[in-house]
């Protein structure tokens, strides 16, 4: 592990948490410890940044800007490609560091890695095709088109649970489109912050540009609080909770700020009875077990026909029988621990709400003891079967806890689907053209990403990611999420020497 830790580049045992074109060696902040939830040791210490701190970092992210916005975009596009290039040369130790720090599986550490290798491929084709739209005037002699500028320096927050991938989805692309940032990590996974911080900074400093890419650490207070209420940040891009972001929302809205938010989810697969039962299946486990639970995407509630639900759970509680819990840097394992002691609370705080609601526990429902973890937050995953859906399903609950609910109908299920305040992801199993259809029309999914034959959980980064109603209405990664980073200019020009007015008006002689 050490050796790993090494080659990140945290050596020492306290690292500094803030970067402001530059290292700051003693920040002002509390020290933060990160602890391995699958071991309970600590894993290393990151002082986070003070008041003072946040404050250097905006201003290094104003400097770089005022130069990085002048830079051609696709020359900001090749320092992206460094930094993919950079990434790939560390895919191995710093998805090992998200094992680690986090508790996510080996193979989902190395995915998410690879997440961000993806994204910053895509920001670099991006940067040659920042398009704008040309439009015919009503006015002869007149041009008009629209072109997309750089926004200024914006704020990045991200979540413990993709504590990398979610600040390259932002951090590449704002880049790509002139952006400076600030990035303010979970301070649950702030050793992950310093190890990105680490790889692009090289980079970036090479070429002079070392307050592209900032980061302060820290809590709330002081540093989320002052992030979002500051009116030199254009932009706030926040993923994490439904809480978390209402309150971005409300501040960064009082200040007439953009805010991006992606925030929770409450995901559903629904299981028809012509499904392909073994794909469901499958879709099913990673979608619930996967990352413990703990994706904004992962699956909490299958709505399963009533003619294949009993077959249906009886395979899915057996798969969840072979479900291997323990450290997720071993090979064989499938699930490792939760973050942290509240989430296993939160969990069991759940079940017992299912439970008094009328579920019947099907299998798992308390905390696992891994031989030799002893201090490790293990959960069983578990399923709660309910005849009907239950005020606990409208809650999301960040733990491998997935509720049935029998369903008649594809109409029915769509129902119960979109019957609770998030939006981020949807599936139907189906070999059904016309309910595939139904469930994709827009009397259907009400999510953001609505998927046919495939989990809830594991997008592309090709898409645009993000949700509706609670999740926040954010796009983050592909598709033109893009525009999210940029101000839009919608430019006229006369070339003759007439004035023609638009709207046929005439004014004076
Ligand atoms: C998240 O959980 O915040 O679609 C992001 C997925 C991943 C991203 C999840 N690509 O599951």
């Known amino acids: 592990m050490q050796d790993i830790l090494h080659r990140l580049g945290l050596d020492s045992a306290t690292n500094s948490g803030v970067y402001a074109d530059g290292w700051v060696a003693h920040p002002s902040g509390d020290p933060t410890s990160s602890t391995n939830p699958a071991t309970g040791a600590v894993l290393g210490t990151v002082v986070a940044g003070g008041a003072d701190d946040y404050e250097h970092c905006v201003q290094a992210a104003q400097a770089a800007y005022a130069r990085w916005r002048t830079t051609p975009a696709p020359a900001r596009g090749e320092l992206v490609r460094q930094c993919g290039d950079a990434l790939r040369a560390h895919k191995d130790d710093l998805g090992a560091l998200v094992t680690l720090e986090m508790g996510k599986i080996r193979a989902e550490g190395l995915g998410e890695v690879q997440e961000m290798i993806d994204i910053a491929d895509f920001a670099v084709g991006l940067s040659r095709q920042l398009y704008g739209l040309t439009m015919h005037s ?32 932002n951090a590449f692309l704002a880049a790509a489109c002139g952006d400076t940032m600030i990035w303010k990590p979970s301070p649950m996974t702030p050793l992950c912050g310093v190890a990105v911080q680490n790889i692009v900074a090289p980079i970036m400093e090479a070429a002079g540009f070392g307050g592209v890419f900032n980061l302060c650490l820290g809590d709330v207070e002081p540093v989320g609080e002052t992030m979002i209420a500051d009116k030199r940040l254009p932009l706030i891009s926040a993923t994490g909770s439904v809480r978390m972001g209402k309150r971005v929302g409300e501040v960064v809205g009082a200040r007439l700020g953009r805010s991006l938010l992606e925030l929770g989810g409450n995901n559903a697969i629904i299981v028809m009875d012509d499904a392909d039962l073994d794909l469901a299946l499958r879709g099913v486990l990673f979608g619930a077990v996967g990352t413990a639970g703990q994706r904004c995407t992962s699956t909490r509630r299958v709505l399963l026909h009533r003619d294949i639900a009993g077959a249906f759970t009886e395979r899915l509680v057996e798969a969840y029988g072979h479900v291997s819990i323990g450290d997720p840097m071993a090979d064989d394992t499938l699930c490792g621990p939760l973050i942290n002691a509240g989430a296993v609370d939160g969990m069991l705080a759940a079940v017992a709400s299912a439970r008094s609601q009328g579920a019947e526990i099907l299998c798992g429902g308390q905390r696992a003891e891994v031989p030799g973890l002893p201090g490790g937050h293990f959960v069983q995953p578990t399923i709660a079967q309910a005849p009907k859906a239950l005020p606990i399903m409208q809650d999301e609950t960040f733990a491998p806890l997935l509720y049935l609910v029998p369903i008649d109908d594809l109409d029915e299920a769509i129902a119960i689907q979109n019957g609770v305040p998030q939006g981020l992801s949807s599936a139907v199993f189906t070999r059904n053209v016309l309910n595939a259809e139904r469930f994709l029309s827009a009397t259907g999914s009400d999510c953001g990403i609505a998927n046919v034959n495939i989990g809830t959980s594991g997008a592309e980064i090709g898409g645009a990611f993000g949700g509706e109603k609670d999740t926040g209405g954010g796009r983050e990664a592909g598709s033109d999420s893009w525009k999210a980073y940029m101000r839009r200019q919608t430019c006229t020009i006369n070339y003759t020497s007439e004035l023609p007015l638009a709207q046929g008006i005439e004014f004076g002689g």
């Not at 041009?143 to 649970?161: C, D, K, L, T, V």
Request: net charge neutral.
């Open 138 to 169: 009503e006015r002869p002699g007149h041009r008009m088109y629209e072109q997309w500028h750089p926004m200024g320096p914006i704020g990045i927050i991200s979540a413990f649970n993709f504590p990398v991938a979610v600040w390259s989805w």
